[in-house]
């Protein structure tokens, strides 16, 4: 398709022909009206090779598929981002995180080589040693550098439970010492924040194990069990420490029933015990079914009074962003996950040399804020993240500036390529394709 795309005179830039109310993002891409769709449906988990300990898949193998795919066989991979519907492609060109971000990093750190095909029509296969460049300038890149069509991710062994434990915290400064405390501790396979309001907070640690003390499991992922935001609410409002043994796959899901706390917006009595037994069976629904069937007016008024959001900063500037997301947007809960962020080449790096201790905030729902108004708004947030020398991301609505996106980014190496690889009549620009300022 892109040979011919070369043949008919290269007149259109190119992008993938999976429609935009599939993906996972609220964002409904224009662009996949004017671009030539290249159709890639690629979706097949290729190889488990378990002496490298790596899985080679396809771009639309998605988190669901794969982890069904490895438990049984006694794998996994080290970060599986939360909805069942994210798919490979979509988490290492845009990117994805979970609560074992702080030992691996984000989702693109655990893949150890992509295999694209570049604007001229050849197919390369990068990773740290060969096309290094390429390698490290993909994630983030959002499918502006060449169609992603294999990756090569780590695998760890999978362990049938993960043994949580819940401790409420209060005051902000003392949620933010707990949850750096926790974060910096390697013996943690999982750690994760659930902020409900300012002063209060549910800090979640957890461990693999294959041991369970049979009355503490919790099957969570069943679907009448109440939401797990909701569950670990309890721990709060009792004021008490809790332990249990949820099973793994549950657990790496565990937000997925209720899509975060986003479901609430849309299904007020959704955690309702009597909806939940007779109906719970047919929830979440498909983000992609709510996008197609969402019209113009709706999605304008989404637009206006719903933020979702995620943004990256420093451990160091934690107390200092809750309180600005506080303040601009008043939105509750708030999702923490920490990440180790590696000094790789790329769009995503830390300031200095050495690896730092990153947080991912997570703002879904609907701002309290009185004079919340979505542009102005995100702007001061965005102003204040590229302060502390965060990142927003690109799934999201971002109202930067090109000059302000590339003060956010780094972009010396993805623009290297671009010039190099003869990008720039093939796609357009990350900066293009994601920005409210260039879409309008």
């Known amino acids: 398709q892109v040979r011919e795309w070369k043949n008919e005179g290269s007149k259109r830039y190119m992008c993938t022909g999976r429609p935009g109310w599939l993906t996972v993002s609220l964002r409904v891409g224009k662009y996949k009206k004017i671009h030539k769709n290249i159709m890639i449906n690629l979706m097949d988990v290729l190889e488990v090779d378990s002496e490298r300990q790596i899985v080679r898949v396809e771009p639309l193998v998605t988190m669901g598929q794969l982890t069904a795919h490895l438990n049984p066989m006694g794998w996994t991979i080290p970060v599986v981002p939360e909805l069942d519907d994210l798919t ?19 989702f693109q750190h655990t893949c150890v080589a992509y295999e694209l095909v570049l604007a001229d029509g050849s197919l390369v296969r990068c990773s740290p040693t060969e096309n290094s460049d390429l390698f490290y300038a993909v994630p983030w890149s959002c499918g502006t550098l060449g169609f992603l069509v294999a990756a090569e991710i780590k695998m760890i062994p999978a362990k049938k439970y993960v043994k949580i434990h819940y401790q409420p915290v209060r005051g902000l400064q003392k949620i933010c010492e707990k949850f750096t405390e926790e974060s910096m501790k390697k013996e943690n396979s999982f750690v994760e924040g659930l902020v409900y309001s300012l002063e209060e907070a549910v800090i979640m640690t957890g461990v693999l194990t294959d041991e369970a003390e049979q009355s503490k499991i919790n099957r969570i992922g069943n679907y009448y069990k109440p939401w797990f935001f909701k569950h670990v609410e309890k721990y709060l409002k009792a004021d008490r420490t809790g332990i249990e043994y949820i099973p793994s796959r549950h657990y790496y899901h565990r937000h997925t029933r209720s899509i975060f706390w986003e479901l609430q917006d849309i299904i007020p009595f959704g955690n309702n015990p009597v909806f939940r ?9 498909k983000i992609s079914l709510l996008k197609l069937t969402q019209g113009e007016a709706i999605r304008k008024l989404y637009e206006q009074h719903h933020v979702v959001q995620d943004m990256l900063v420093p451990m160091k500037s934690l107390e200092k962003s809750i309180q600005t997301f506080h303040a601009d947007l008043n939105v509750y809960p708030l999702w923490l996950c920490p990440f180790i962020l590696p000094n790789n080449p790329g769009m995503v790096h830390p300031k200095g040399d050495e690896a730092e201790l990153y947080v991912d905030i997570g703002a879904y729902g609907e701002p309290k804020r009185k004079q919340f108004e979505a542009r102005a708004s995100m702007r001061q947030m ?10 927003q991301m690109l799934y999201a609505d971002c109202y930067m500036t090109r000059e302000e996106f590339w003060d956010m980014f780094d972009g010396s190496l993805y623009h290297k390529l671009r010039e190099q690889m003869n990008c720039k009549d093939a796609f357009p620009e990350v900066y293009d394709k994601i920005c409210k300022a260039a879409r309008h």
């Open 88 to 106: 490979v492609g979509g988490l290492i060109m845009g990117t994805g995180i979970e609560s074992s971000s702080h030992i691996y990093g984000l």
């Open 277 to 285: 037994y007779l109906f719970g069976w047919m929830v979440p629904p």
């Open 382 to 391: 965005e102003k204040f993240v590229r302060s502390v020398h965060g990142f």
